[in-house]
């Protein structure tokens, strides 16, 4: 299994920043994609932002300018890293990983785990 935690999120006044992390572990074999997404009350899961292994970024309009997202191969680990933050980017946030895992039977297995959320709050 692969396993991702996120840390970072909480309240914030309108105008400030937060950085958020995930960090994947477990029997990973390579990963190809790490990405945020959130998710507002009565609305769907949006994405936010992804990175690819090959270093291609991809960013929900309404972040554009005001969220980097980046990762540190090393710890398998992503960052979102959030300015000028909105009233309107209240939600959960979910951090996303897809790639190759180690089977406990041997061999290799796709996978596209998520996190368990970590709520963002800009609010005065």
């Known amino acids: 299994q692969v396993q991702l935690v996120e840390s970072g999120g909480g309240l914030v006044q309108p105008g400030g920043s937060l950085r958020l992390s995930c960090a994947a572990s477990?029997?990973?074999?390579?990963?190809?994609?790490m990405g945020w997404y959130r998710q507002a009350p009565g609305k769907e899961r949006e994405l936010v932002a992804t990175?690819?292994?090959?270093?291609?970024?991809v960013y929900a309009d309404s972040v554009k300018g005001r969220f980097t997202i980046s990762r540190d191969n090393a710890k398998n680990t992503v960052y979102l890293q959030m300015n000028s933050l909105k009233p309107e980017d209240t939600a959960v946030y979910y951090c996303n990983a897809q790639g190759l895992r180690w089977r406990a039977a041997g061999g290799l297995q796709a996978y596209d785990g998520w996190g368990q959320g970590t709520q963002v709050t800009v609010s005065s």
């Open positions: 477990g029997r990973i074999f390579s990963i190809d994609a």
């Open positions: 990175d690819t292994s090959g270093g291609n970024t």
